[in-house]
């Protein structure tokens, strides 16, 4: 007994290892619950989120099964999810509480249930841990210590990535808020903020580069034209071309969208957010702004967006301009590569439009 007890504690030192490793989240529980099915002896594993909003339930992760979705006060489950019980049931079938639809939509045969509940530091129930299938024929307090324990680190996990996925979606309705103001302030520029992050995102796609990279392309589009907040609005919505010295004052957007924003507090990885939004009328000959940069001193995330944000305004209408079709706007950035616009994202945009845009 005393060296089953040891092997067990080895095991769940195993799976705890595993939140050392630098898996995403997704791949992090997969991992888990498929040692947990070996450690325990189970046929399937699979970790719960409860989503108050809905009253629902879904698995983030599951053996043998694709996302499930269930009430939230379905099944045993969804009873440890209501009531924040920890339950062994060793038959199924005879418990009231036992939901027999998730094995007719899985084909799988459910014998016996372990579940636990998942808690996040303030003890608010966040998921469910169960296990099903377990060959024994009890689960006595030794194991749901051990299992304790898995669903503790569980729990520290998944509590981490949804109150990151709460500041994500915080984070993405103030700045998109940020770019609405523009929006209302520049009414022939609407819409733009986000057809340049479409833009962008697909230019960065046909690079090859990675997420973090491009929800920092993302987000520095949606505030690459900040700045016109300062701008008089005799400049920003006059009929017809700006004078030389108008032109000279609207450029100053892009050093105002870095000295305005610059202060705001951004994610890990995404300090640079601004200084590359404030950067994307630079060109790597040298003639843009606000600092003449050129070639490599531009970072290429914000030549990207200026790609994408040349391309939109050549054909938007605005109070100054026709908007032109799509295939002479692709024609003009085509012509500038190499001088204006970097031959590597050129090309990536001429793929990105041949693929997605050529026929609109």
């Not at 808020?177 to 796609?205: C, M, N, Q, W």
């Not at 491009?214 to 520095?220: F, H, L, N, T, V």
């Not at 017809?240 to 100053?252: A, H, N, Q, R, V």
């Amino acid at each position: 007994m005393k060296e089953n007890s040891c092997k067990k504690s080895r095991q769940i030192i195993e799976i705890s290892q595993l939140f050392s490793l630098k898996y995403s989240l997704p791949v992090l529980l997969e991992k888990i619950t498929e040692r947990t099915c070996e450690v325990f002896a189970a046929e399937r594993s699979s970790i719960f989120v409860v989503d108050r909003k809905k009253q629902s339930l879904w698995t983030i992760a599951a053996t043998g099964v694709e996302i499930l979705n269930l009430p939230i006060d379905e099944g045993v489950v969804g009873y440890v999810a209501t009531t924040g019980e920890e339950l062994f049931i060793p038959d199924a079938h005879s418990d009231s509480r036992f939901s027999p639809k998730m094995d007719r939509i899985t084909g799988f045969h459910t014998k016996n249930i372990v579940a636990l509940p998942l808690s996040d530091p303030q003890k608010r129930l966040i998921g469910v841990l169960e296990l099903l299938n377990v060959h024994a024929k009890e689960i006595g307090e030794e194991q749901f210590e051990l299992l304790r324990i898995v669903a503790g680190e569980i729990a520290v996990a998944l509590s981490n990535a949804l109150l990151f996925e709460q500041l994500k979606r915080s984070l993405n309705s103030f700045i998109m808020t940020l770019a609405l103001t523009i929006d209302e302030r520049h009414p022939f520029s609407r819409g733009h903020t986000k057809r340049v992050a479409e833009y962008s995102i697909g230019i960065a796609k046909e690079m090859g580069l990675s997420d973090e990279r491009i929800e920092k392309i993302r987000i520095a589009a949606i505030l690459h034209d900040y700045g016109k907040i300062a701008i008089p609005d005799s400049i920003l919505k006059k009929a017809g071309s700006l004078t030389p010295e108008e032109y000279e004052i609207m450029k100053t957007h892009s050093q105002f969208t870095y000295d305005i924003l610059k202060n705001v507090e951004l994610p890990e990885g995404c300090e640079d957010v601004v200084r590359i939004a404030s950067l994307h009328h630079e060109r790597i000959d040298g003639s843009g702004y606000p600092y003449g940069l050129s070639d490599d001193q531009i970072p290429l995330e914000a030549q990207i967006i200026g790609i994408a944000d040349e391309f939109d305004a050549a054909t938007t209408i605005r109070e100054y301009s026709g908007a032109k079709s799509f295939k002479t706007a692709k024609k003009e950035i085509e012509a500038q590569r190499g001088e204006k616009f970097s031959e590597e994202v050129t090309d990536a945009f001429i793929r990105y439009f041949k693929k997605y845009l050529k026929d609109r």
